[in-house]
């Protein structure tokens, strides 16, 4: 893009939580968990604005007092079964409905990854526009064997088990972390998919790319938000 890209952030929030309750308000490393996502999008010399897509009003809230916009969304893009893409086009359409605005770029942050270094969101920004990619999202290397059941079977996945190899022989492989996507607007609107045209992968280190889906999650990712504000490098 030959222009300076406009970027927007959009971290969609609901009040629901099926397992753990309240969840994007729940306090990790002296803070809401929907902070972490805020303040990262917030600090990024590439985001211009910072979206929050709630039906909840103590998230919503909570995302004002740490600089966040918020846009209300109705109780059936609310439910469980509701798809963060329809809450980031419901985004969308509101802004051009009333501001005439639309972005080049939209990066898609979860409330669930609250554990990035300080640059992931400008350098997947930078990879996104210097490779030319529609789509591109975050992962960590991923060099495990899987096994899935197949009827009354067990089979291997991603190796011959009758020959296997050591892991530090694997192919190149990935994890998609969750952590954060990056999109044009078309490939939303036309697809109705976060992914589509051309896909670029971005690498993050093991530790940044923790999810918090379980209780356990949390202490876990309490434990890497001490090494991060201790100085301790996640790739250390």
């Known amino acids: ?77 609310a439910v469980a079964t509701a798809t963060s893409e329809s809450a980031i086009q419901h985004v969308l359409g509101l802004l051009q409905k009333q501001e005439g605005y639309q972005p080049d770029i939209i990066v898609f942050l979860q409330c669930t990854s609250p554990v990035r270094e300080p640059d992931d969101i400008d350098n ?55 952590s954060i996507y990056v999109f044009k607007p078309n490939v939303l609107v036309e697809l109705n998919n976060r992914l589509g045209g051309k896909i670029e992968v971005y690498e993050m280190d093991f530790l940044s790319s923790f999810q918090i889906d379980s209780p356990e999650d949390i202490e876990v990712c309490e434990w890497i938000l001490k090494r991060q504000r201790a100085g301790v490098s996640h790739a250390g």
């Open 124 to 178: 997947a920004v930078r990879l996104f526009i210097e490779s030319g990619a529609d789509s591109l999202f975050s992962v960590c290397r991923w060099n495990k064997f899987i096994w899935r059941r197949k009827g009354d079977k067990v089979e291997s996945v991603n190796y011959d088990y009758k020959n296997r190899w050591r892991e530090q022989d694997f192919p190149e492989q990935f994890m998609e972390n969750g």
């Open 1 to 77: 893009m030959a222009h300076q890209a406009n970027v927007i952030a959009v971290i969609p929030a609901r009040g629901g939580s099926q397992r753990i309750p309240r969840k994007n308000l729940l306090p990790l490393s002296g803070k809401p968990l929907i902070a972490h996502s805020i303040e990262h999008a917030k600090s990024s010399r590439s985001v211009s604005r910072v979206l929050v897509s709630t039906d909840d009003g103590e998230i919503a809230e909570i995302s004002r007092q740490y600089g966040a916009e918020v846009i209300m969304r109705p109780p059936e893009l």
